[in-house]
């Protein structure tokens, strides 16, 4: 073979899609100056089992070679139309970043180890050689079965495979107290958590990106798609082939229109270049210092970080962040200057993001331990668990659950697929899909998920509760569907997030249950999150301001004293706790409030999914078949979050103005970091 014979690199990036804090580009260009290698070809496979690749077809094929990829148990997309497009701005900022270091990176349609299998033949009969081919690990059962599939058809061709830790969590597998063995991992987070507390201390440091790159092998070297897809060359085309599927909508009646004056409180790209930006913005603004303060809002961009889908995708790394937040706490750099906290060392808020990313490495270490039984109904712990099916509460407590519940509630084959059965159990999870319960918190929380991706961590317990124990839906369901939606979702912070919500992962007490009546009360205390996404409840005047006599003000315009008089009339807004029950749960109006907000006969207003007892006075006899939870309970809104704590400050604080305007762009400060539940969607 002669000198100038390239020698390539294969490097499938899979949920590393980033050039900086990543060990495999450092040393591509080490071997690349050694002379190991001449090239390089970094490539990125649509995985038609998680993504639909239908959009890539041809103009003149309407047939995919792959099923379509919907889940197993609901029907539901594997990836919808938010994280596709995510998921294209990150591809997109690696190819370009890749670009100006004379780089380039490859993207194809099929299966992983059919993909690599092509590009080996190719480069092998053209006389060429595959020095390697290099992934990084990643935890689930399907990404093990790739990983599998990849290396037998490396070593079928006597080519290297090389599988690479996955290094974009907090600690580093190395450095855990487990032996590298997963089953000695601790099955209580806190246990857990005091085991490693050293470590957590003291993470590893993370990589800047690499000064160069080995070349991108030449065109000929690298072989064309194989039909009958079509890969774009655009940023926007290659969005509009991920959510052409979607064009049509999600195949679900009564799906929610964005509410005018509404904004989405996740409206970022994509991508290692918006992650860091985010990142420096949350400590320019002091948002991680006021983190723990803030994190159970519900409006805003700010009210979280918003950095779980970038983590999600390895857009950023858990160490990253900590040293972002290293810097900041230590008054090394410019940025945060001006903010609270900075040069203070570690303080509450940034130390409860630390937290947050401990979580996410747990919950990617339980996975690892159990497995399978991630997807499994019985869950890590392998019992039936919550399945309450709607049960009335005897006691006022909330986690109270009968130990005989019912088993739980199934959809029929095909579940929610076009032309699927339906039972009641499919009509129940449609109305939670779309927000149309009857429960405004969860109902602002479906149509915030429908549209827009994200949902903050509060309502994303809210939810999994109400569906797995109030409605006894099996909890899967909910896994598939924030699945399909969510644009930061994560494998194990999803699945092992809905198991511990379920009762049957790794929550030390499996029968709590929220009640999403005080769970608004605390934290929507104004009604003002659930009236900025079910705009069919605007119209109900929950504020009371007393007026200002008009006779007060002069033809000049108000005076010092009328000024004084309106803050004094500010201050003195009082809540109309009756109405904001309405709120909370519509089919409470009276029938004449019904018909002035044209809501008379809308079913979700007079036949809600669950109906709660509650007062904020105390108790009441409940009714026959009702839940019910009045206002003294514990529980709920003081409650566990995913994790078992889930405290914040009560009564609102959702961010959002009561003078009527509904855009969520100021927020609340900080809020959840970057645990994806647990802490909420980051």
């Known amino acids: 073979m002669s000198a100038r014979t390239p020698r390539i690199l294969i490097y499938l990036l899979r949920k590393d899609l980033r050039l900086s804090d990543n060990n495999i580009w450092h040393e591509t260009a080490k071997l690349h100056a050694e002379g190991t290698l001449t090239h390089l070809l970094p490539l990125y496979v649509f995985n038609a089992v998680q993504v639909e690749t239908s959009g890539f077809l041809a103009p003149d094929t309407n047939e995919s070679p792959f099923p379509e990829a ?74 093990k079965e790739e990983e599998a599939a990849v290396r037998e058809v490396a070593e079928a061709k006597e080519v290297e495979f090389k599988l690479w830790k996955d290094e974009k969590y907090f600690i580093d597998d190395d450095d855990l107290p487990l032996n590298h063995d997963a089953s000695n991992l601790d099955n209580v987070y806190t246990n857990f958590r005091k085991d490693i507390e050293r470590a957590r201390k003291y993470p590893r440091q993370a990589l800047p990106a690499p000064d160069t790159l080995p070349p991108f092998p030449s065109e000929h070297s690298v072989p064309a798609q194989p039909g009958p ?22 195949g679900l ?135 309450y099916g709607g049960a009335s509460a005897s006691t006022a407590e909330e986690g109270a659950a009968s130990s005989s519940a019912p088993k739980w509630k199934r959809i029929p084959p095909g579940g929610m697929a076009p032309g699927g059965a339906r039972n009641n159990a499919t009509r129940a999870l449609e109305a939670f899909c779309v927000g149309q319960t009857g429960q405004g918190l969860i109902d602002a929380a479906a149509r915030e998920l429908v549209l827009t991706g994200y949902v903050s961590n509060r309502a994303r317990q809210n939810a999994a509760s109400f569906l797995a124990k109030h409605l006894g839906l099996d909890w899967r369901l909910g896994a598939e569907w924030y699945e399909c939606m969510l644009v930061d979702y994560d494998l194990a912070s999803n699945w092992g997030n809905w198991q511990y919500v379920a009762g049957v992962g790794t929550d030390p007490r499996a029968g709590r249950v929220f009640n999403p009546v005080k769970q608004a009360l605390d934290y929507d205390g104004r009604g003002e999150y659930i009236r900025a996404w079910v705009p069919e409840l605007r119209g109900i005047q929950v504020v009371m301001t007393p007026a200002i006599p008009a006779a007060a003000v002069g033809a000049a315009g108000p005076s010092k004293e009328d000024e004084g008089a309106a803050a004094a009339a500010a201050a003195a807004t009082t809540v109309h706790q009756e109405r904001l029950m309405w709120v909370y749960q519509a089919w409470r109006m009276p029938e004449r409030e019904k018909r002035r907000l044209g809501l008379k006969g809308v079913d979700w207003v007079e036949k809600p999914l669950v109906k709660i007892q509650f007062s904020v006075e105390g108790p009441k006899k409940p009714s026959p078949k009702q839940h019910y939870l009045h206002r003294g309970g514990r529980g709920g809104g003081a409650g566990p979050g995913f994790r078992g704590r889930g405290r914040g400050s009560p009564g609102g604080g959702s961010g959002a103005s009561s003078s009527g305007s509904w855009r969520s762009a100021g927020g609340s400060g900080a809020g959840s970091s970057a645990g994806s539940w647990r802490r909420g969607g980051g």
């Open 70 to 143: 919907r889940s197993k148990v609901g029907g539901f997309w594997r990836c919808g139309p938010h994280r596709t497009k995510f998921l294209a701005e990150s591809l997109w900022d690696v190819k370009t970043g890749l670009e100006q270091k004379q780089s380039d990176l490859l993207l194809r349609v099929g299966h992983s180890a059919d993909v690599v299998s092509g590009i080996l033949d190719h480069v092998l009969e053209g006389a060429g050689e595959v020095v390697g081919v290099w992934m990084v690990e990643e935890e689930g059962t399907e990404e």
């Open 229 to 250: 897809f079509v890969i774009p060359t655009t940023l926007e085309s290659l969005i509009s082939a991920l959510n052409e599927p979607f064009s049509e909508g999600l």
């Open 253 to 387: 009646a009564n799906q929610p229109q964005m509410p005018p004056e509404t904004t989405s409180a996740h409206p970022f790209s994509g991508g290692e270049t918006a992650g860091r930006e985010r990142l420096n913005h949350l400590i320019r603004s002091g948002a991680m210092t006021r983190y723990k303060e803030t994190r159970n809002g519900l409006l805003g961009t700010d009210y979280s970080t918003k950095l779980s889908a970038f983590l999600a995708l390895g857009c950023l790394t858990a160490r990253q962040v900590h040293a972002a937040l290293t810097v900041f706490e230590e008054g090394i750099d410019d940025i945060g200057a001006d903010a609270e906290g900075f040069g203070g060392g570690e303080n509450e808020g940034t130390a409860a993001v630390r937290v947050e990313l401990l979580w996410r490495d747990y919950m990617r270490l339980c996975v690892r331990k159990f497995g399978a039984r991630l997807f499994d109904l019985e869950g890590f712990q392998g019992k039936i668990g919550g399945g």
